[in-house]
């Protein structure tokens, strides 16, 4: 029992804090506390990583041109397209409010945090991934609001987004290449600890993120109905991304561990990005059938993520 506990730690620990945010009352000041220690943690994980990974491999990562071209044309191509395909294929039967949210959610960049933190745990190229997903969020600040013009007709955007890449993502990593030299090789020989620091980071997260949605009422404003047809959208939206993310790398034959970067950095969508400028960029009366999509994507591509990451870093350790 403590061994399925202790391999199924994130999955379960991500099912309970989906249950807790929506099933527990939580005051606006207990959220509050919850959402800062989330935002402490994740930048936990990157100082964790910069404390972690050589400088070497980081440059080297920067200079796989291949890699992160596939990433960024699998988050900014292939998925908009898969988007563009379902809001105008399925437009043709339905009217649903929330066709234009899985648009939306299709233009958002990669998320940095979880994706990174898979790659870790399925024991994939964590400095690649940290450059891939980095890239994508950051070009995505200035990307996602070019494609959101083109294909929704809106117009506006946060700079916040910006800034929080750098000083709670960016900022914790370059400080621990700083001190890599000193402590690398500890942390690279006792890998437990970022694993720790990760399960608890993407944890707190969702938990928070559940949370907001919850204190939004979002959830009293999908039906039953609605609620299956964005889950399997979404189930469908995912499928297709993986699958294309695993034909790539079988096609520029990339190694084991780029083949997980591009799975798990070319497959998911940032929350972090999505919500706050779907606030900024849509009036506050549609906001709602906008933002579901995206509060859906990201829990299940953290439980789906988890359980490739959790499969794949298993295969290794066997494989090694």
């Not at 993502?169 to 700083?178: D, E, K, S, V």
């Not at 999908?222 to 609620?227: H, V």
Request: with cysteine.
């Amino acid at each position: 029992m403590l061994a399925f506990l202790k391999t199924k730690a994130l999955v379960i620990g991500i099912v309970l804090a989906f249950i807790i945010g929506i099933a527990v009352p939580i005051g606006e000041s207990a959220a509050n506390v919850i959402n800062t220690i989330g935002n402490v943690g994740v930048a936990g994980v990157f100082l964790a990583y910069g404390l972690r990974i050589r400088t070497s491999e980081v440059l080297r990562g920067l200079r796989d041109i291949k890699l992160q071209g596939t990433v960024f044309a699998l988050t900014f191509g292939i998925f908009p397209l898969i988007g563009l395909a379902f809001y105008y294929g399925i437009g043709i039967f339905s009217a649903s409010p929330f066709l234009l949210g899985l648009l939306y959610l299709t233009l958002l960049p990669s998320t940095i945090q979880s994706s990174v933190s898979f790659v870790s745990i399925a024991g994939g190229d964590v400095a690649r991934a940290v450059c891939a997903a980095t890239i994508s969020n950051v070009v995505g600040i200035f990307l996602t609001p070019v494609l959101v013009l083109l294909f929704l007709d809106v117009a506006g955007v946060s700079a916040g987004n910006f800034q929080k890449v750098l000083t709670q993502l960016l900022l914790p990593f370059f400080i621990g290449q700083l001190f890599q030299p000193f402590t690398g090789a500890y942390l690279r020989k006792h890998n437990w600890i970022t694993k720790i620091v990760d399960l608890f980071a993407i944890i707190t997260v969702v938990l928070s993120a559940v949370i907001s949605a919850t204190h939004a009422g979002v959830w009293s404003k999908i039906g039953a109905w609605e609620l299956t047809f964005v889950i399997s959208a979404i189930l469908i939206m995912l499928g297709l991304t993986l699958f294309f993310s695993v034909s790539a790398a079988r096609i520029l034959k990339q190694p084991k561990e780029s083949e997980i970067v591009l799975i798990m950095c070319g497959s998911m969508k940032s929350l972090a990005t999505g919500l706050p400028m779907a606030n900024a960029f849509f009036p506050a009366a549609s906001v709602a059938p906008l933002i579901v999509p995206v509060i859906l994507y990201h829990q299940i591509q953290l439980f789906v993520c988890s359980l490739l990451a959790d499969h794949l870093g298993k295969k290794n350790v066997g494989a090694g």
